[in-house]
């Protein structure tokens, strides 16, 4: 997802600096865009030094931090991390801040996905984007995709998820909309996503102020 952001930035001309615990990933050590990066290699939760002093000047940040696992690990992820990296950008001065969350899944009687499954997933996205509302308000994008799909890189192993994706996303657009919102066979409709145009749309949400602030849901992001 991060790769996909970096890319999309670099095919703008914009000065990108890239941080996670990897560094510059294996995959992209051929490709044209990957020189255009600042690879650094830091950690939220024990690295205090370099990626606090990568906000500093930064105009936009977009986090992809999220994690699958007990939902202890998912919550810390997915919720406290991103909540740690919103405020040190909004003590940086960064003006704008997106994130990757999670779409709003369907149930009966106003319950929550994060009721159901994968609690510190969902409750984690959620908690960050009640955060940075507070925090950027109009300037703070939390984008919502479903299933993203596009090329996995799993150590030396490609999956492309995007054989199972794209045609499932022309599928469901084809239908109507509307069948999202049934509770629980709703998550059935809701089209996938390519990682393409997550990236972009979570990089436009930093850059572009006419991109309005708030939650934006799959079909928003298919725009891009």
């Known amino acids: 997802m991060g790769s996909a952001v970096c890319q999309a930035a670099v095919d703008l001309g914009l ?10 990933p294996s995959f992209a050590s051929g490709a044209d865009w990957a020189s255009g990066v600042e690879w650094l290699r830091s950690d939220v939760e024990n690295d205090e030094g370099q990626w606090r002093e990568a906000l500093e000047g ?60 994968l609690r510190g997933y969902f409750q984690g996205k959620r908690d960050a984007e009640a955060e940075m509302a ?30 199972i994706g794209a045609p499932m996303e022309a599928v469901i657009n084809r239908l109507p909309r509307g069948l999202a919102t049934i509770p629980i066979v709703g998550c059935a409709f809701v089209p996938p996503v390519r ?13 572009d102020p006419e991109v309005a602030g708030g939650p934006m849901n799959v079909w928003d992001i298919q725009k891009y």
């Open 58 to 117: 930064a105009t936009g940040v977009v986090s992809t931090l999220g994690a699958f696992g007990s939902n202890k690990f998912m919550y810390k992820v997915c919720g406290l991390y991103n909540i740690k990296v919103l405020h040190a950008a909004k003590e940086a001065g960064v003006e704008r801040f997106s994130f990757i969350s999670v779409h709003d899944f369907a149930f009966p009687g106003g319950w929550q996905a994060e009721n159901f499954l």
């Open 134 to 163: 507070k925090l950027f308000h109009e300037r703070g994008v939390a984008l919502r995709p479903g299933f993203v799909y596009g090329t996995r890189h799993a150590g030396n192993v490609n999956i492309p998820l995007g054989m």
């Open 15 to 24: 000065k990108v600096t890239s941080v996670s615990r990897g560094g510059r």
């Open 195 to 207: 990682v393409e145009s997550v990236g972009k749309a979570a990089l436009m949400a930093v850059l």
